[in-house]
């Protein structure tokens, strides 16, 4: 994918109206921390479009990333901070659902997990939710750099058999210190999302 043009076009809060872009939409979930911006800035090009590392407590909004003005990345927010308050986790899900739901231009969900570690309940039932909403998430194994080869494809196994993925379910694993996993997710996105 060639990128010539990457901004943030909207910002939704939580009681935004959800825009109607129009347009192939990718969205991408994650528990916080997983390096959901880092991938979506490596995926465009970019140093620091996606804000990263983003605190617990901050305003929550779906983020969509429009490209060469011919489709979107969606940025939906991260979840799993214990410490966000029961208000903030509440209209965190109302938000995210009411995107899945209504949605009419959305391509497919990546799901973002941390390669060293074995998914968490949190996780589980985000996969499930995408499910649930029809869309088979595509998952991607972050932080592919953090361990060693040798330890890469028993790491992949983990993360499939703790979400219960099927056979052929994708799984890409990312670097976005080395950038590995960045071409063969664009060409997954232009095959499937963007024909
Ligand atoms: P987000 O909260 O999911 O958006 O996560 P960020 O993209 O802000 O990343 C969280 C932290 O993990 C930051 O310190 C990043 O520099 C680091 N990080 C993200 N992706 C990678 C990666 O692929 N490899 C390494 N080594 N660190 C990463």
């Not at 617990?56 to 969509?64: D, V, Y």
């Amino acid at each position: 994918m060639q990128i010539k043009s990457a901004a943030l076009d909207i910002v939704c809060g939580v009681t935004s109206k959800l825009p109607d872009t129009g347009q192939a939409e990718i969205a991408f979930a994650g528990k916080s921390n997983v390096g959901k911006s880092s991938l979506i800035n490596g995926l465009m090009n970019r140093k620091s479009l996606a804000r990263t590392s983003s605190q617990p407590g901050k305003t929550q909004t779906i983020n969509f990333y429009h490209i060469n003005e011919e489709f979107y990345l969606v940025d939906l927010p991260g979840y799993g901070y214990t410490t966000a308050s029961v208000n903030v986790r509440q209209s965190w899900g109302r938000m995210i659902e009411r995107y899945l739901k209504t949605a009419t231009n959305l391509k497919a969900v990546f799901l973002l997990l941390d390669i060293r570690h074995a998914p968490n309940a949190n996780d589980k039932q985000m996969y499930d939710w995408v499910l649930d909403n029809g869309y088979t998430p595509i998952v991607i194994a972050t932080k592919l750099d953090k361990i060693k080869r040798s330890q890469v494809q028993k790491q992949l196994k983990l993360l499939r058999d703790t979400l219960g993925m099927e056979k052929g379910a994708k799984l890409f694993p990312y670097s976005s210190v080395t950038k590995a996993g960045r071409e063969e997710i664009w060409e997954f996105i232009e095959k499937e999302c963007l024909n």
